[in-house]
């Protein structure tokens, strides 16, 4: 199981708790867990990556063993130790403003 930290709003829209679990069927990418769940939070798809594009929405950013991970590509194998649950996949809500 990979586990997958939301931000408070997130978790509120989803009725999680901050940690939520899910199943990667194939090799575990960004794409993978996105796809897991969105899968199993169906309420969530469109909130952290854009509905028709796929892409990952401007003030959402993906962090996994202390490495900022938003601008790798969506297909590129994540972390061992998020692929075996040791490490959680992280999903921030970024600030912006000045």
Known sequence: MIRV???VHLRT????GKE???SVDGPVTQRGVLDAVERDFP???GTI???ETGRRRPLVRFFACEEDLSNEPPDAPLPSRVASGEEPYL???AMAGG
């Open 13 to 16: 829209l989803a009725g999680a």
């Open 5 to 7: 930290v939301l931000p």
């Open 49 to 51: 990556r854009d509905r």
């Open 20 to 22: 939520v679990r899910v």
């Open 91 to 93: 999903v921030v809500g």
């Open 43 to 45: 309420m969530l798809r």
